[in-house]
């Protein structure tokens, strides 16, 4: 009897029909393929295994991680948590520290706190320093806390607004420096005690026309006025940046609302009160005490009576965006809870810093760079954040970049674009929002929902030279969600697509549109999917923000992790594509964070049971059987009008790692039918092992299709050259 080599077709192509994909591997789970150096053959084997390196569950799902090394070679993993079911632990920011090589076994909580009191205004002023005292009693603010002032108040001739680093004072006060963008002194023109107005707005039926009332405003004709706080008056809502219609005195302007007054009447902004949104820091805490025991704001806060520092509330975030700044960790809070409750209009929280060095016991905010942002990343070498679509008064312009100077973060104008620095902005000119961003090898990459902008370091030589240059560089290639990219190689790749919603009467798959990108030597480039449809025909569109791109450079793999529509909302399925072959694989497998090979060593990656777990360490799925399978499409047996018997099938493998015992085994099965679409017969499963020298399917067919499954413990395995014994065996009618 004659034979035949079953020699597959690297990749797996879901797009093409099944009859039509001969040769080739239509279904996969956790598998990956290394190409047969010789004849292009596709080696198909398990997918490296994972452990967890941490024994516990997380408090809530992670969403993101991020591994860096200190000045003194200590590593750490940093875990950024969505918000938890357990009460008062919202959206948890961890850190786990690395000794020897090893995790130390112990969580520290960096988590930052935040606060959002509405009280009278008390606000006291001198002519002789630009330091103001605020009065919120019971407030206990320490050094390590700041406060974003979204409704300004006049007094003392000044107006206090934006984000000020607190100076402790006592248990119900505490003090604001006021400087200039230069970083100048401000001095109020009077002295004030416990005193101070906010906003009021006056309209008059029938009109547009607003009258705002803020004494000493400073403000000019075609300035912008934002308005953080929604406030309703006369039939209109104000909100947002307005412009300055008219001046009418100095403590009088004119704005225009959004429609034509309904009738006559005065609002004062917050219902007259001071807003105060703090971001709550904690000192470092003393040699053998806990987070909340003994001593928040004891001893060395400031000058005056030492406060004890108000806990407020964890951070509540879906997501958060992490990287560093030397040894310094840095961390963006996106898509927070906090700053869009009773109508302030600013979504977000601004940048926290946390130093391993002086080991605070949470991160602090960085209170002179932006309030609120959409996402960030360090830009490399010159060491700058780079905030994507920030802000510069509290309301979040999507479509803004800010970056502040080379090494400097913190000081009073390392965000102010000035002649003696390197900081500034720029706002791109198309798209309607910023998606994402990150430092590729030799520029930094900004996503907006339409395209891809390259953010180009170019120096400063002089006064009036740009640091950066801004170019767009693809068009119709927006990304489809925040941390859907990576680079692997000096190569960018991304997921791109967007939300669509159908049109009434349209064929609601249609709006399942996507495409992956890539951008190299030729600029941006389609990739061509051959699972296409097992992506973007099931995928969960309500859930993008969880996709996460996922680069594994030691396997030269690209995987994007993501929700399917019927995934209940939570990531569960990947597609895999391998950079050397040009081969995509798909599956079912949840990751909701990872991060690449790093001093931690290989990658890591978070799981929906919020297990945080490091891949390629094992043959199994921490500990329990790694389930691995692919299935090929139906091959012919015969073209003609003969039905063929196969009643032998030898397998070609590798059983075991080189070295090791040879103890894999799998399962075998076989789908027979003669037309393709027609419900297969099914033979097997038979059991392959290294002792099988052939297995006896016995069966007559057209088309055949081959399942390879395992399920044991400890084991790796390769498939080759498989081969089949077949005769003619009647005609086909």
């Keep these: 009897m004659p034979h035949q080599t079953l020699k597959l077709i690297p990749g797996v192509d879901l797009n093409t029909t099944e009859a039509l994909n001969q040769a080739g591997i239509t279904a996969s789970q ?63 920011l961890l850190v786990l520290p690395y000794r020897n090589g090893t995790s130390a076994g112990s969580l520290i909580d960096i988590t930052p706190h935040v606060l959002e009191d509405n009280v009278a205004v008390a606000v006291s002023t001198l002519t002789t320093t630009n330091l103001v005292t605020i009065k919120d009693v019971g407030s206990n603010i320490t050094v390590y806390d700041s406060v974003f002032i979204p409704a300004h108040i006049s007094v003392g001739g000044v107006i206090l607004f934006g984000f000020y680093p607190a100076i402790a004072a006592s248990p119900d006060t505490y003090q604001i420096l006021l400087v200039d963008q230069f970083g100048n002194p401000i001095f109020p ?35 912008t006025y934002p308005i953080l706080i929604s406030t309703a ?41 001071a807003r105060y949104d703090y971001y709550i820091g904690f000192g470092p805490l003393p040699t053998g005490t806990g987070f909340g025991i003994g001593g928040f704001g004891r001893g060395g806060f400031g000058t005056g009576i030492p406060p004890v520092a108000q806990p407020g509330a964890n951070i509540a975030t879906l997501d958060w965006v992490l990287d560093n700044w030397g040894e310094i960790l840095i961390a963006l809070p996106t898509d927070t809870l906090f700053g869009s409750i009773d109508g302030t209009t600013y979504n977000g929280a601004p940048l926290f810093y946390w130093s391993p060095e002086a080991n605070t016991a949470s991160a602090i905010a960085i209170a002179n760079g932006p309030v609120a942002s959409a996402s960030f990343f360090v830009a490399m070498p010159q060491r700058q954040i780079v905030a994507l679509g920030t802000t510069t008064n509290g309301v979040q312009d999507p479509l803004l970049v800010r970056w502040c100077d080379v090494n400097d973060f913190l000081s009073k104008t390392a965000w102010v674009a000035l002649p003696t620095n390197q900081a500034g902005q720029y706002r ?14 030799q520029q930094g990459l900004i996503w907006t929902d339409v395209g891809l902008w390259a953010m180009q370091y170019i120096g400063t030589g ?77 995928i969960d569109r309500n859930n993008l923000y969880k996709i996460r791109c996922a680069v594994n450079s030691s396997f030269n793999e690209v995987v994007w992790y ?22 995509w694989d798909y599956g079912s497998l949840g990751r909701t964070a990872w991060v690449d090979q790093s001093v931690l060593g290989q990658p890591i990656g978070a799981d929906p049971n919020r297990l945080v777990q490091q891949h390629e360490v094992s043959y199994d799925a921490d500990g329990q059987p790694l389930v691995a399978s692919f299935q090929t499409g139906y091959f012919t047996l015969n073209d003609g009008e003969f039905l063929t018997f196969v009643d032998q099938f030898w397998p070609d493998m590798k059983w075991g790692p080189y070295g090791s015992t040879p103890n894999a085994q799998l399962l075998l099965t076989f ?48 498939v080759g050259a498989n081969r089949y014994r077949f005769n003619p065996d009647g005609k086909f009618l």
């Design 671 to 718: 789908f027979v039918t003669e037309y393709p679409g027609q419900t297969p017969r099914q033979y097997g499963p038979f059991t392959l092992s290294q002792a099988t020298t052939y297995v006896t399917p016995r069966f007559r067919g057209r088309l055949v299709s081959i399942l390879f499954q395992s399920v044991d413990v400890g084991t790796f395995w390769r």
């Design 30 to 92: 956790l598998i990956r393929f290394r190409r047969d150096l010789t004849s292009g053959v596709a080696l198909v084997q398990k997918l490296g295994g994972w452990l967890r390196i941490f024994p516990s569950a997380f408090p809530a799902i992670v969403r993101a991680l991020w591994a860096w090394q200190d000045t003194n070679k200590n590593k750490y993993l940093a875990v950024g948590c969505e918000p938890s079911a357990t009460p008062g632990v919202n959206s948890p």
């Design 233 to 273: 008056v006369g039939g209109v809502v104000l909100a947002g940046n307005t412009l300055v219609q008219a001046v009418t005195d100095a403590n009088h302007f004119v704005i225009y609302a959004p429609n034509v007054a309904s009738s006559t009447a005065t609002v004062s902004i917050n219902g007259g009160e």
């Design 462 to 538: 002089d006064a009036n030279a740009s640091v950066y240059s801004f170019n767009e560089i693809g068009k119709g290639c927006g990304l489809i969600a925040k941390k859907a990219m990576g680079t692997l190689g000096g190569v960018t790749y991304w997921m791109g697509g967007t939300e669509t919603t159908a049109p009434t009467g349209s064929v609601a798959s249609l709006t399942n549109t996507g495409q992956f990108f890539k951008l190299a030597g030729n600029g941006v480039e389609i990739m061509e999917c051959s699972v296409w449809d097992a992506v973007f025909q099931n």
């Design 562 to 583: 993501y929700p399917s529509a019927n995934g209940g909302g939570e990531v569960d399925s990947y597609v895999k594509y391998t950079v050397n072959m040009n081969v």
């Design 189 to 223: 023109t009077a002295a004030v005690t416990n005193g101070g107005a906010v906003a009021q707005f006056t309209t008059t039926s029938g009109l547009q026309s607003v009258t705002v009332t803020l004494n000493d405003h400073g403000y000019e004709v075609g300035d």
């Design 428 to 441: 791109l000119t198309r798209g309607s929002l910023i998606v994402g961003g990150l430092q590729a090898n």
